[in-house]
């Protein structure tokens, strides 16, 4: 009986012990709850409140630093839109990686291509607009205003967005087409092609642009060599007829690019047959390269529509894009022409077809 009382009565002090503490945790808890959670929460609700008050307003917002972009801006800047533009890594595009452009009309003696490109640049700065070094991240288009990340850590809100993103050449991938680039090697042959004028040039490729391209060069050039990989070109018929009736154009079959060759300019290229494995050496003075592009739209996948390839679909004769008050111009949006003149021109629409937008969205 003691025994049992003395156990009884051990369980009963340790239960009212742990009473005791769990009662008192619970005071402190509540008294936790009632100092501390409103200051938090308000501080959270400031935090927020700042956060949101922080995200920078634009009413129109320029992705892309090529032609098309840099003449989107002159525009939208004149048109009192106050254009912020972000340049991406590569501030002026594909033309900062190409040397004369004879082809522009207003340059009467041809210009570097860098150069033009710093010409547009301080032309939309003079008109206005604000250019700035970043590169966008992310965008959301999913509701207005859209929302565009900027160096992962910065959102702007805008209006209305003009997306001028370019196109990047594929190129072979040789060490030496990386050093002969610009030194007779191009992706290019309507900007280059012209001071190859009377020699020997070669081209791989076998697609529409490398028929288009080994065409336009047939023109300028003595014989043009024409490397295709496979047995067969991947190009419409009626390129391939074009191609295959054109005297001075040379056909390849079965043949892969082994070394563009030169010390400081190209003097000849290294090909081999994939059949026999024969190797040969074939001089001339360019080597343009014609496999394709690939539209810089990957921000955009599952957002706007693209066709296979990832080129950004426009309504026909206009910049708008599927979603309103989202534009797209110059070569993201363009497989066929792919100039510095036409992307300038779409940059153009894309700023009118803003400011149309933006006026009706006023007026609403
Ligand atoms: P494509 O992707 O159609 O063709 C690329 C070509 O390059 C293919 O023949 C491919 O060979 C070849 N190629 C790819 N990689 C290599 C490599 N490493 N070595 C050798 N050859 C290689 O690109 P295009 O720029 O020609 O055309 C893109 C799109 O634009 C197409 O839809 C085309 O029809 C369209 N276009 C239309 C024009 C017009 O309507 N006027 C003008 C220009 C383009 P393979 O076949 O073996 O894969």
């Known amino acids: 009986m003691v025994r049992l009382w003395q156990h009884t009565d051990h369980k009963g002090c340790s239960s009212l012990i742990h009473i005791h503490i769990i009662s008192h945790f619970c005071i402190s808890f509540v008294i936790f709850i009632i100092l501390f959670l409103p200051p938090v929460i308000e501080r959270l609700q400031i935090k927020q409140h700042t956060k949101m008050s922080e995200i920078e307003k634009v009413h129109c917002f320029i992705i892309g630093s ?3 972009g840099y003449t989107a801006a002159i ?3 004149r048109a009192n839109l106050k254009p912020v533009l972000y340049q991406g890594l590569q501030p ?7 040397t004369d452009v004879e082809n522009y009309p207003g340059y009467p003696n041809g210009i570097m291509g860098p150069q033009m490109m710093v010409d547009f640049e301080q032309q939309a700065q003079r008109m206005g607009a604000d250019i700035r070094w970043g590169m966008v991240t992310k965008v959301d288009l999913s509701k207005k205003p859209y929302r565009i990340e900027v ?3 910065k959102w702007i809100e805008a209006d209305a967005v003009i997306i001028a993103t370019g196109a990047s050449a594929k190129w072979l991938g040789l060490e030496s087409e990386d050093r002969l680039n610009g030194h007779g090697v191009s992706a290019c042959a309507v900007c280059d092609g012209f001071f190859f004028k009377n020699q020997e040039v070669a081209i ?7 028929c288009e391209e080994a065409l336009y060069l047939s023109k300028l050039c003595t014989i043009v060599h024409m490397f295709i990989r496979r047995s067969e070109m991947r190009a419409s018929k009626v390129m391939q007829d074009r191609v295959m009736k054109t005297a001075n154009i040379k056909v390849y079959w079965n ?4 070394e563009v060759m030169g010390e400081h300019k190209v003097d000849s290229v290294k090909v081999r047959n994939t059949q026999t494995n024969e190797i040969s050496i074939i001089p001339v003075k360019a080597f343009f390269v014609a496999i394709g592009h690939e539209p810089n739209s990957g921000l955009f996948k599952g957002m706007l529509d693209m066709d296979e390839q990832g080129y950004l679909i426009t309504q026909p004769g206009s910049t708008r894009t599927n ?10 949006q363009d497989k066929i022409y792919r100039q510095a003149v036409s992307a300038a021109g779409s940059g153009c629409m894309a700023a009118l077809d803003a400011e149309r937008y933006l006026g009706a ?3 609403a």
């Open 66 to 68: 090529g032609p098309a």
């Open 75 to 77: 525009y939208a800047a």
């Open 92 to 98: 002026g595009g594909q033309l900062t990686i190409t």
């Open 151 to 153: 160096d992962e850590e």
């Open 204 to 210: 791989v490729g076998a697609g529409d642009t490398a």
């Open 255 to 258: 043949t892969d690019t082994v």
């Open 323 to 332: 979603i309103e008050g989202v534009f797209a111009c110059g070569d993201v």
């Open 361 to 363: 969205l006023e007026h």
